[in-house]
């Protein structure tokens, strides 16, 4: 609101190089906000075919012919919540390099509900209401990672 007030004040003065600055550095905290929000996940569907995730404006399609799905196991969970939460928030989107996962893509809201897909050269972490559902449907590997 600070800002606000100097942009007016500035203008008012005719300053206007300085109004300009303070209205974008007024700007600055809705847009980095705005940015954060627009691949918030909001839902996932499962085709014969594919899995589209949703975010708000956008959505990721993955082919699942062919694709392997797990369970993080909970070693990876803890990891997975060291690596991505800050202040105990989990990013919902993001791309991240693991020593234990490898390069992945993440598009969580519940690690409880974590499920590893690997596909077309692509690692995505996905949070479904019903893992076990997705396990079904991508044709779960039953294998497990050796816990570290």
Do not use: C, K, Q
Not at 11 to 37: H, K, N, Y
């Amino acid at each position: 609101m600070a800002l606000l007030a100097a942009a007016i004040l500035a203008f008012a003065l005719g300053r206007i190089a300085a109004g300009v600055i303070a209205l974008l550095l007024a700007a600055l905290p809705w847009l980095a906000w705005r940015a954060g929000t627009d691949s918030e996940v909001l839902w996932l569907e499962l085709s014969d075919e594919e899995l589209r995730i949703r975010m708000r404006y956008r959505s990721e399609l993955l082919a699942v012919a062919g694709a392997r799905a797990r369970r993080l196991t909970v070693p990876e969970i803890l990891h997975l919540e060291r690596l991505a939460t800050l202040g105990g928030i989990t990013a919902s989107h993001g791309g991240y390099e693991s020593h234990l996962l490898g390069e992945i893509e993440l598009y969580a809201s519940d690690l409880a509900n974590a499920v590893l897909v690997e596909a077309e050269e692509r690692r995505l972490i996905v949070t479904p209401d019903d893992p076990e559902g997705v396990l079904r449907e991508i044709g779960a590997t039953r294998t497990r990672p050796p816990a570290v």
